[in-house]
């Protein structure tokens, strides 16, 4: 798929890659977008269009790991706008955004000075779906038929919104009919009033394997959130009301293991850096198949094995996307509370602003923390902080011997984040 486009992204026309979530589409444009900018003009510009803030900063660290010279401005709502704006005047080679940040921009008039000569829409049924149409043609009032177009979606368009400039497109397809049913789905049948004490009794079936957990909204996510905390099940969750930071925080600890369950709406469905997930759970079932694909696709990604599971109240009725003959997963009697994940996330008052590298906290929980090096798990370091998995019963001996102690000469908050 990749070598594909990679071979036709030469061709002047617009292009539309189709491939499943997981396939490896963020690589197949970034890769042609530097060689579309090696040989462009000093002064051309990259437009990269996607539907989350998530999105954005994960594109960013895959584009920044490719190690090109050229500057990027990832732009997103939650974010200084001031720091955009001044990014975006020092004309970044590549620029990252939202379409709700990014019409803001062409509002105020902050893109008007770039020479914006590729434009990617990746992830565009999504924005599609979560209904940017607005400001999207906001963003398309500046744009022609002059710039080269590359996009990208997981479902098949019907049809092409009218603000594009362009109505004809070469379609690359690796969408395959009935992928979803690749993995194995089961069904759950529950009393409406059990509903959720049949989720937790299913969750605590899996122990401690990687769980994802789908509502349709917000409030389904925060009221099934109370009662696993008051029942002592560890979780974090994941939905669009909450603040930036939070649920960044929350991914990482999904990513890194120290947490296995994690809790969400469809945000968490699309284009984000997820692990190989061994369950799915859709607690509720998304009215759409489209949305039921994607959130399936977070797991048996890329060949991996998987298991999806439907919980569906007496009073609730399959949709016509689901096959009726689904066999029935058998609910354990008793409920029994799954055991901590041995990880702990540890938090560090510093981050990217302060310069820090992964190999200077590696060398600081080694070297003053007493850690050997295979006791450090996943590092990410965010603007101004940084999160770390290391097993649990390292936390006092780390916080003890590096008490009081610098890293890079810095004066350093760490305790087990929140």
């Known amino acids: 798929m990749q070598l594909e486009f990679m071979e036709k992204a030469t061709s002047e026309a617009p292009i539309m890659l189709l491939a499943p979530t997981g396939s490896g589409k963020t690589l197949a444009y970034l890769i042609p977008m530097i060689q579309h900018l090696e040989a462009s003009g000093a002064e051309d510009t990259a437009l990269i269009i996607i539907p989350s803030r998530e999105l954005a900063l994960q594109i960013t660290e895959v584009f920044k790991s490719l190690k090109t010279n050229f500057h990027v401005c990832v732009c997103y709502g939650g974010h200084s706008m001031r720091t955009e704006e ?31 000569s590729l434009v990617i829409l990746d992830e565009f049924d999504k924005s599609l779906q979560f209904g940017f149409h607005e400001q999207l043609a906001t963003i398309f009032e500046r744009l022609t038929e002059e710039q080269k177009y590359f996009l990208t979606s997981a479902t098949t368009l019907d049809t092409i919104p009218e603000f594009l400039p362009f109505k004809t497109y070469e379609k690359i397809n690796f969408l395959k009919e009935g992928e979803v049913l690749t993995l194995l789905l089961q069904l759950v049948r529950t009393p409406s009033v059990e509903k959720i004490d049949s989720l937790m009794r299913l969750v605590s079936d899996f122990g401690q394997e990687s769980t994802l957990v789908f509502c349709n909204h917000r409030d389904a996510v925060d009221r099934i959130s109370l009662l696993l ?135 600081f929980f080694t070297k003053k923390g007493g850690l050997k090096g295979n006791e450090i798990g996943m590092i ?30 810095l004066k350093v908050k760490m305790e087990v984040a929140n």
């Not at 990880?343 to 590298?357: E, F, P, R």
């Not at 990410?380 to 890079?408: G, W």
């Open 86 to 116: 001044n990014r975006l005047a020092e004309k970044p080679k590549v620029v990252i955004g939202t379409p709700g940040r990014l019409s803001e921009h062409t509002q105020k008039g902050n893109l008007k000075d770039l020479n914006i």
């Open 229 to 363: 905390t008051d029942f002592g099940f560890e979780h974090v969750v994941l939905h669009g009301g909450m603040e930036q930071i939070d649920r960044e925080k929350n991914l990482i600890k999904f990513r890194s293991g120290t947490h296995t369950l994690l809790i969400a709406t469809d945000l968490a469905s699309r284009g984000l850096d997820i692990p190989e997930i061994k369950h799915i759970v859709h607690y509720q079932l998304p009215p759409k198949k489209d949305a039921f694909v994607h959130r399936n696709g977070r797991t048996a990604r890329m060949m991996a094995e998987g298991q999806s599971y439907l919980v569906l109240a007496h009073d609730e009725s399959l949709p016509d996307y689901v096959d009726n003959n689904l066999p029935e997963y058998e609910l354990p009697e008793e409920l029994k509370i799954p055991e901590p994940s041995n990880l702990a996330c540890m938090y560090i008052s510093v981050g990217k602003k302060n310069k820090i590298s992964k190999g200077d906290i590696v060398g």
């Open 380 to 409: 990410s370091i965010l603007d101004n902080a940084s999160y770390v998995a290391i097993p649990s019963e390292k936390v006092e001996q780390l916080l003890d011997n590096t008490y009081n102690q610098k890293l890079k000469k």
